[in-house]
Protein backbone atom coordinates (compact mmCIF):
# COMPACT_ATOMS: atom_id res chain seq x y z
CA UNK A 1 0.00 0.00 0.00
CA UNK A 2 2.73 2.37 0.97
CA UNK A 3 4.06 1.70 -2.28
CA UNK A 4 1.75 2.39 -4.53
CA UNK A 5 0.83 5.73 -2.61
CA UNK A 6 4.50 6.64 -2.98
CA UNK A 7 4.45 5.80 -6.77
CA UNK A 8 1.17 7.86 -7.09
CA UNK A 9 2.57 10.63 -5.46
CA UNK A 10 6.12 10.47 -7.62
CA UNK A 11 4.36 10.05 -10.61
CA UNK A 12 1.71 13.19 -9.34
CA UNK A 13 5.20 15.34 -8.62
CA UNK A 14 6.94 14.38 -12.00
CA UNK A 15 3.64 15.54 -14.16
CA UNK A 16 3.81 19.11 -11.80
CA UNK A 17 7.58 19.49 -12.57
CA UNK A 18 7.33 18.64 -16.26
CA UNK A 19 3.72 20.86 -16.92
CA UNK A 20 6.05 23.90 -14.65
CA UNK A 21 8.75 23.29 -16.55
CA UNK A 22 8.11 22.20 -19.90
CA UNK A 23 4.66 24.03 -20.30
CA UNK A 24 3.00 23.68 -23.79
CA UNK A 25 1.27 25.98 -25.83
CA UNK A 26 -1.40 26.11 -23.82
CA UNK A 27 -0.13 26.85 -20.72
CA UNK A 28 2.46 29.57 -22.18
CA UNK A 29 -0.57 30.77 -23.52
CA UNK A 30 -1.94 31.29 -20.19
CA UNK A 31 1.46 31.92 -18.38
CA UNK A 32 1.88 35.00 -20.76
CA UNK A 33 -1.10 36.46 -20.11
CA UNK A 34 -1.03 35.92 -16.85
CA UNK A 35 2.56 37.86 -16.72
CA UNK A 36 0.61 40.76 -18.45
CA UNK A 37 -2.15 41.24 -15.71
CA UNK A 38 0.40 41.36 -13.45
CA UNK A 39 2.28 43.72 -15.57
CA UNK A 40 -1.09 46.02 -16.15
CA UNK A 41 -1.12 45.78 -12.41
CA UNK A 42 -0.58 49.81 -11.37
CA UNK A 43 -0.72 51.98 -8.64
CA UNK A 44 -0.61 55.83 -8.18
CA UNK A 45 2.13 54.97 -5.35
CA UNK A 46 4.62 53.20 -7.40
CA UNK A 47 7.88 54.85 -8.17
CA UNK A 48 8.47 56.18 -12.02
CA UNK A 49 10.48 53.95 -12.31
CA UNK A 50 8.50 50.80 -11.19
CA UNK A 51 5.82 51.90 -13.34
CA UNK A 52 8.53 52.15 -16.84
CA UNK A 53 9.53 48.45 -15.99
CA UNK A 54 6.32 46.85 -15.74
CA UNK A 55 5.60 48.90 -18.89
CA UNK A 56 8.55 47.78 -20.67
CA UNK A 57 8.01 43.79 -19.18
CA UNK A 58 4.51 44.81 -20.92
CA UNK A 59 5.53 45.49 -24.34
CA UNK A 60 7.64 42.15 -24.44
CA UNK A 61 4.48 40.19 -24.82
CA UNK A 62 2.69 42.14 -27.84
CA UNK A 63 3.89 42.20 -31.38
CA UNK A 64 5.31 45.37 -32.91
CA UNK A 65 2.02 45.89 -34.70
CA UNK A 66 -0.26 44.84 -31.84
CA UNK A 67 -3.84 46.36 -31.75
CA UNK A 68 -5.65 46.43 -28.43
CA UNK A 69 -9.19 47.66 -29.02
CA UNK A 70 -11.13 48.16 -25.43
CA UNK A 71 -14.82 49.26 -24.94
CA UNK A 72 -15.36 49.21 -21.30
CA UNK A 73 -19.01 49.21 -20.59
CA UNK A 74 -19.65 52.35 -19.51
CA UNK A 75 -17.20 54.94 -21.68
CA UNK A 76 -15.13 55.44 -24.42
CA UNK A 77 -13.60 53.16 -26.57
CA UNK A 78 -9.83 53.27 -26.70
CA UNK A 79 -7.12 51.84 -29.23
CA UNK A 80 -3.88 51.27 -28.32
CA UNK A 81 -1.42 50.42 -31.00
CA UNK A 82 2.15 49.24 -30.78
CA UNK A 83 4.43 48.42 -28.18
CA UNK A 84 4.96 51.89 -27.82
CA UNK A 85 1.15 52.86 -27.30
CA UNK A 86 0.96 49.96 -24.36
CA UNK A 87 3.68 51.38 -22.70
CA UNK A 88 1.81 55.33 -22.61
CA UNK A 89 -1.38 53.79 -21.56
CA UNK A 90 -0.12 51.68 -18.69
CA UNK A 91 2.22 54.74 -17.56
CA UNK A 92 -1.36 56.48 -17.86
CA UNK A 93 -2.85 53.99 -16.36
CA UNK A 94 -0.68 54.39 -13.05
CA UNK A 95 -0.98 58.23 -12.59
CA UNK A 96 -5.23 58.11 -13.30
CA UNK A 97 -6.02 54.92 -10.58
CA UNK A 98 -4.52 55.15 -6.63
CA UNK A 99 -4.66 51.03 -6.99
CA UNK A 100 -5.11 49.29 -10.49
CA UNK A 101 -5.90 45.76 -10.37
CA UNK A 102 -6.12 43.09 -13.73
CA UNK A 103 -6.67 39.80 -13.61
CA UNK A 104 -7.63 37.12 -16.06
CA UNK A 105 -10.72 34.81 -13.53
CA UNK A 106 -10.45 32.51 -17.10
CA UNK A 107 -8.65 31.88 -20.39
CA UNK A 108 -9.35 29.48 -22.64
CA UNK A 109 -7.42 29.06 -25.84
CA UNK A 110 -7.55 27.50 -29.27
CA UNK A 111 -4.24 26.61 -31.05
CA UNK A 112 -4.03 26.49 -34.62
CA UNK A 113 -3.41 23.15 -36.06
CA UNK A 114 0.04 24.29 -37.65
CA UNK A 115 0.63 25.95 -33.88
CA UNK A 116 2.08 28.99 -34.96
CA UNK A 117 -1.07 31.34 -34.01
CA UNK A 118 -3.70 30.98 -31.84
CA UNK A 119 -6.58 32.74 -30.21
CA UNK A 120 -7.64 33.39 -26.61
CA UNK A 121 -10.62 34.17 -24.53
CA UNK A 122 -10.26 35.12 -21.16
CA UNK A 123 -12.51 36.88 -18.39
CA UNK A 124 -10.84 39.78 -17.20
CA UNK A 125 -11.36 41.57 -14.50
CA UNK A 126 -10.02 44.93 -13.24
CA UNK A 127 -10.74 46.54 -10.09
CA UNK A 128 -10.01 49.73 -8.13
CA UNK A 129 -10.80 49.25 -4.54
CA UNK A 130 -10.13 53.28 -3.82
CA UNK A 131 -12.13 54.21 -6.78
CA UNK A 132 -14.72 51.77 -5.82
CA UNK A 133 -14.68 50.45 -9.50
CA UNK A 134 -14.69 47.05 -10.93
CA UNK A 135 -15.56 45.48 -14.38
CA UNK A 136 -15.18 42.20 -16.29
CA UNK A 137 -15.07 42.12 -19.43
CA UNK A 138 -14.53 39.35 -22.04
CA UNK A 139 -11.81 39.69 -24.09
CA UNK A 140 -10.48 38.06 -27.50
CA UNK A 141 -6.98 38.26 -27.80
CA UNK A 142 -5.25 37.00 -31.39
CA UNK A 143 -1.74 35.49 -30.41
CA UNK A 144 1.18 34.74 -32.91
CA UNK A 145 4.27 32.66 -32.29
CA UNK A 146 7.72 34.21 -33.32
CA UNK A 147 11.08 32.84 -32.78
CA UNK A 148 9.53 29.97 -30.28
CA UNK A 149 7.59 32.91 -28.12
CA UNK A 150 3.98 33.50 -28.38
CA UNK A 151 2.88 37.56 -28.58
CA UNK A 152 -0.19 38.89 -28.95
CA UNK A 153 -1.03 40.97 -32.14
CA UNK A 154 -4.32 41.71 -31.45
CA UNK A 155 -6.99 42.39 -28.57
CA UNK A 156 -10.52 43.24 -28.53
CA UNK A 157 -13.98 42.56 -26.91
CA UNK A 158 -16.21 39.56 -27.30
CA UNK A 159 -19.47 39.35 -26.61
CA UNK A 160 -21.27 36.43 -25.49
CA UNK A 161 -24.40 37.62 -25.73
CA UNK A 162 -24.89 38.56 -29.51
CA UNK A 163 -27.93 41.36 -29.51
CA UNK A 164 -28.95 40.57 -33.03
CA UNK B 1 -6.74 9.46 13.39
CA UNK B 2 -6.59 7.23 10.16
CA UNK B 3 -10.17 6.53 10.08
CA UNK B 4 -10.72 10.58 11.10
CA UNK B 5 -8.46 11.33 8.00
CA UNK B 6 -10.15 9.31 5.48
CA UNK B 7 -13.72 10.44 6.68
CA UNK B 8 -12.41 14.36 6.28
CA UNK B 9 -11.12 13.04 2.67
CA UNK B 10 -14.72 11.87 1.72
CA UNK B 11 -16.07 15.01 3.33
CA UNK B 12 -13.68 17.21 1.35
CA UNK B 13 -14.29 14.96 -1.87
CA UNK B 14 -17.89 14.96 -1.79
CA UNK B 15 -17.94 19.25 -1.01
CA UNK B 16 -16.02 19.54 -3.91
CA UNK B 17 -18.64 17.22 -5.83
CA UNK B 18 -21.23 18.99 -4.77
CA UNK B 19 -20.51 22.93 -5.06
CA UNK B 20 -19.32 21.98 -8.73
CA UNK B 21 -21.80 20.03 -10.18
CA UNK B 22 -24.85 20.73 -8.08
CA UNK B 23 -24.89 24.21 -6.52
CA UNK B 24 -21.88 26.34 -8.31
CA UNK B 25 -21.17 29.32 -6.69
CA UNK B 26 -20.19 32.35 -9.14
CA UNK B 27 -18.92 35.74 -9.16
CA UNK B 28 -21.48 37.70 -11.37
CA UNK B 29 -20.50 40.35 -13.64
CA UNK B 30 -21.50 43.70 -10.98
CA UNK B 31 -18.74 41.51 -8.72
CA UNK B 32 -21.38 39.83 -6.75
CA UNK B 33 -21.80 36.36 -5.38
CA UNK B 34 -24.91 34.23 -5.79
CA UNK B 35 -25.38 30.11 -6.69
CA UNK B 36 -26.62 28.26 -9.28
CA UNK B 37 -28.96 24.72 -9.14
CA UNK B 38 -27.23 23.12 -12.00
CA UNK B 39 -29.50 20.79 -11.36
CA UNK B 40 -32.69 22.62 -12.17
CA UNK B 41 -32.89 21.78 -16.13
CA UNK B 42 -31.24 18.39 -16.01
CA UNK B 43 -34.42 16.19 -15.74
CA UNK B 44 -35.81 17.12 -18.68
CA UNK B 45 -37.02 20.39 -17.69
CA UNK B 46 -35.96 23.67 -19.95
CA UNK B 47 -35.52 26.99 -18.99
CA UNK B 48 -38.58 28.78 -18.73
CA UNK B 49 -39.75 32.46 -19.64
CA UNK B 50 -39.13 34.79 -16.51
CA UNK B 51 -36.28 32.55 -14.60
CA UNK B 52 -32.67 34.04 -13.90
CA UNK B 53 -30.08 32.02 -15.29
CA UNK B 54 -25.98 32.14 -15.06
CA UNK B 55 -24.64 32.46 -18.10
CA UNK B 56 -21.45 30.80 -18.80
CA UNK B 57 -18.90 33.24 -20.50
CA UNK B 58 -16.82 32.33 -23.64
CA UNK B 59 -13.70 31.49 -21.29
CA UNK B 60 -15.30 29.54 -18.26
CA UNK B 61 -17.43 30.53 -15.50
CA UNK B 62 -15.58 31.83 -12.84
CA UNK B 63 -17.78 34.78 -13.83
CA UNK B 64 -20.96 34.61 -15.26
CA UNK B 65 -23.63 36.76 -16.78
CA UNK B 66 -26.86 36.77 -14.46
CA UNK B 67 -29.88 37.20 -17.03
CA UNK B 68 -33.57 36.72 -16.69
CA UNK B 69 -34.99 34.73 -19.60
CA UNK B 70 -37.41 37.05 -21.63
CA UNK B 71 -37.52 35.36 -25.08
CA UNK B 72 -37.82 31.79 -25.92
CA UNK B 73 -36.51 29.78 -29.00
CA UNK B 74 -38.28 30.22 -32.25
CA UNK B 75 -39.57 33.16 -30.72
CA UNK B 76 -40.01 36.95 -32.51
CA UNK B 77 -38.38 39.11 -29.79
CA UNK B 78 -38.47 43.36 -30.14
CA UNK B 79 -37.96 46.07 -27.76
CA UNK B 80 -40.09 49.28 -28.79
CA UNK B 81 -39.89 51.97 -26.45
CA UNK B 82 -38.32 50.41 -24.02
CA UNK B 83 -41.02 47.76 -23.91
CA UNK B 84 -40.38 43.99 -24.60
CA UNK B 85 -42.54 42.31 -27.72
CA UNK B 86 -42.95 38.89 -28.21
CA UNK B 87 -44.27 37.88 -31.30
CA UNK B 88 -46.14 41.27 -32.06
CA UNK B 89 -47.58 41.12 -28.15
CA UNK B 90 -46.49 43.34 -25.29
CA UNK B 91 -44.79 41.49 -22.30
CA UNK B 92 -46.01 41.82 -18.93
CA UNK B 93 -42.55 42.41 -17.25
CA UNK B 94 -43.47 43.02 -13.49
CA UNK B 95 -39.57 42.17 -12.26
CA UNK B 96 -38.14 45.27 -14.23
CA UNK B 97 -36.80 47.64 -11.71
CA UNK B 98 -36.75 51.22 -13.77
CA UNK B 99 -36.62 51.56 -17.95
CA UNK B 100 -35.42 53.58 -20.29
CA UNK B 101 -37.77 54.78 -23.32
CA UNK B 102 -34.91 55.15 -25.68
CA UNK B 103 -34.36 51.40 -25.61
CA UNK B 104 -34.88 49.83 -29.07
CA UNK B 105 -33.95 46.67 -30.82
CA UNK B 106 -35.62 45.98 -33.74
CA UNK B 107 -37.29 42.79 -34.29
CA UNK B 108 -35.54 39.51 -34.72
CA UNK B 109 -36.05 35.70 -34.46
CA UNK B 110 -34.55 33.58 -31.92
CA UNK B 111 -33.15 30.08 -32.95
CA UNK B 112 -34.29 26.75 -32.24
CA UNK B 113 -31.86 26.43 -28.91
CA UNK B 114 -31.25 30.24 -28.23
CA UNK B 115 -32.87 32.16 -25.42
CA UNK B 116 -33.00 36.29 -25.27
CA UNK B 117 -31.44 37.50 -21.78
CA UNK B 118 -32.37 41.00 -20.07
CA UNK B 119 -31.16 42.44 -16.99
CA UNK B 120 -34.07 43.58 -14.47
CA UNK B 121 -32.31 47.07 -14.04
CA UNK B 122 -33.14 48.95 -17.83
CA UNK B 123 -32.27 52.50 -16.58
CA UNK B 124 -29.03 52.59 -18.08
CA UNK B 125 -28.43 53.16 -22.02
CA UNK B 126 -29.05 50.23 -23.86
CA UNK B 127 -25.17 50.32 -25.01
CA UNK B 128 -24.03 50.33 -20.95
CA UNK B 129 -26.57 46.99 -20.51
CA UNK B 130 -25.31 43.35 -21.95
CA UNK B 131 -28.33 41.39 -23.37
CA UNK B 132 -28.69 39.39 -25.85
CA UNK B 133 -29.42 35.96 -27.55
CA UNK B 134 -27.63 33.09 -25.28
CA UNK B 135 -27.38 28.93 -26.53
CA UNK B 136 -28.99 26.44 -24.67
CA UNK B 137 -26.06 25.08 -23.64
CA UNK B 138 -24.10 28.51 -21.91
CA UNK B 139 -27.22 28.36 -19.94
CA UNK B 140 -25.31 27.31 -16.42
CA UNK B 141 -28.22 26.96 -14.42
CA UNK B 142 -31.12 28.71 -12.12
CA UNK B 143 -29.37 31.28 -9.93
CA UNK B 144 -30.92 31.26 -6.19
CA UNK B 145 -31.93 34.88 -4.93
Not at chain 2, 22 to 33: C, I, R
Not at chain 2, 89 to 102: H, I, Q
Request: net charge positive; hydrophobic share 45%; no cysteine.
Amino acid sequence: MRKLVATLVFIALVFVAHRYLMPDDDGQIRDRLAALARAATVARELSPLEVAARANEAQGYVTSTAVIELKPLEGAARKIEGREGLRLAIAAAALRFHLLTVSFLDVKTEISPDRRSATAYATARARSEAEKWEEVIELKFSLEKENGVWLISRAENHESLERR
Amino acid sequence: MKLLAVRAGALAIAAFLFFTFVLLPVKTEDGDYTVVNRLAYLRGESPRRGDVVAIELAAGHSAVFLKRIVGMPGERFEIRKGRTLINGALLDEPYVKSRLETWTIDELTLGDDEYYVIGDDRGQPLEHHRLGRARRDKVLGKALR
